[in-house]
Structure formats: C-alpha cells, structure tokens
C-alpha cells in the first residue's frame, strides 16, 4: 500500500516559515540557507515537502522556545498566582468571620486558633508565588 502526502494550505506553509524564523534567530541555519528554505516552505503542496524543510532542524525545541508560547506560559503563571490568593483570601475572611462570630456569641476570646489555618495557607501560597515569581522574570 503506498502512502501520497497530503496537501498543504497557507496556514500550514506560514506555520512552517515561524519555525524556519525561529531557527535563523537561535542559530540552528543562516541567512541563506533561511532565505532556501522559506521559498521552499512557500512553494511545498504537500506535506512530504514541508516536512523535507524541517527534516534536520530540532521543531520540538524550536517549539517549546517560541516566544508567544513562553509569554502564554508566564501569563498562566501569574493567573494562577492571583487565583491561589484570591483562595487564601476568602479562607481567611472565613475563618476570621468565624471566630469572630463565636467570640461575639460566647464572650471567649482567650484563644486565637484562626492564627493556624492562616499561617498554614500562607505557607502554601508562599510555596506557590516563590517559584512563578522566579519564572516569570
């Protein structure tokens, strides 16, 4: 049984010409060769000769190191951050609100326990921000 490649759009040629881009910027090919392999990116109607442009070059790193993918990731860093703290907010507007409402009911106010629960989300949350703060620089 024998295989025929698939054709190509403009879409698949132009994501194609980003990896050639991102190659020539971390040295993987040099200008000309850059210049090569774009015209043959533009003029490939199938995918045997798209994949013939890349076939030497490292995609999977040239992927992984692309610039918007990096900033997406930064970005979902930070959200998550804000997430986490907005959590750790409400448990300790909970907590808070709890013992207030039992020192106002009893009249006991010897023991502060919600000291406890916050200290504990602080630590975990000081786990989380440490390492996206280091990350994201």
């Known amino acids: 049984m024998t295989t025929t490649a698939v054709r190509v759009g403009d879409r698949d040629r132009e994501n194609t010409a980003d990896l050639l881009s991102h190659a020539l910027a971390q040295g993987y090919v040099d200008l000309a060769e850059y210049e090569t392999r774009v015209q043959a990116a533009f003029a490939a109607e199938n995918t045997e000769q798209l994949r013939r442009v890349l076939v030497d070059l490292p995609v999977d790193h040239l992927r992984r190191t692309d610039p918007r ?64 703060r280091t990350y994201c620089r």
């Open 69 to 132: 993918r990096v900033a997406a990731r930064k970005r979902a860093a930070r959200a998550s951050v804000r997430l986490h703290a907005a959590g750790y907010l409400a448990m300790v507007a909970i907590v808070l609100a709890v013992w207030l409402a039992v020192a106002l009911t009893t009249g006991e106010t010897a023991y502060f326990w919600p000291v406890w629960p916050i200290l504990g989300g602080a630590i975990g949350l000081l786990g989380h921000v440490l390492p996206v």
